[in-house]
Nanobody, 127 residues
Framework: QVQLVESGGRLVQAGGSLRLSCVASGLTFSDYVMGWFRQAPGKERTFVAAIGRAGTIRYYDDSVKGRSTISRDNAKNTGYLQIDNLKPEDTAVYYC????????????????????WGQGTQVTVSS
């Protein structure tokens, strides 16, 4: 049974930084593309960033590009998302997700292309 557990969400002031973590179990972590999504109140869950199985390929949504870093440590079955220069519009529940298979098999960066999900961690950015 695949399990993803996020942590690291908290209340932070605008301009600050935080790093989210996602610990995976029940899967061969290095066989999965890992992604981060977020969902603000009343809105759909949207893509934030993704990283390939070996950690050498990354892709970011424009909303976080240039101030965010996605990474992974396959030896620890853990993925990370760091966001710097946080803005109030970054406030959301952040979810990690995993998708088996190759990076090239992903046709669109949306939640429908990821099959395993964590429970989410709340990030609140105050102005």
């Amino acid at each position: 049974q695949v399990q993803l557990v996020e942590s690291g969400g908290r209340l932070v002031q605008a301009g600050g930084s935080l790093r989210l973590s996602c610990v995976a179990s029940g899967l061969t972590f290095s066989d999965y593309v890992m992604g981060w999504f977020r969902q603000a109140p009343g809105k759909e869950r949207t893509f934030v960033a993704a990283i390939g199985r070996a950690g050498t390929i990354r892709y970011y949504d424009d909303s976080v590009k240039g101030r965010s870093t996605i990474s992974r440590d396959n030896a620890k079955n853990t993925g990370y998302l760091q966001i710097d220069n946080l803005k109030p519009e970054d406030t959301a529940v952040y979810y990690c997700a995993a998708r088996g298979g190759r990076w090239s098999s992903i046709t669109a960066w949306n939640k429908d292309n990821f099959g395993s999900w964590g429970q989410g961690t709340q990030v609140t950015v105050s102005s």
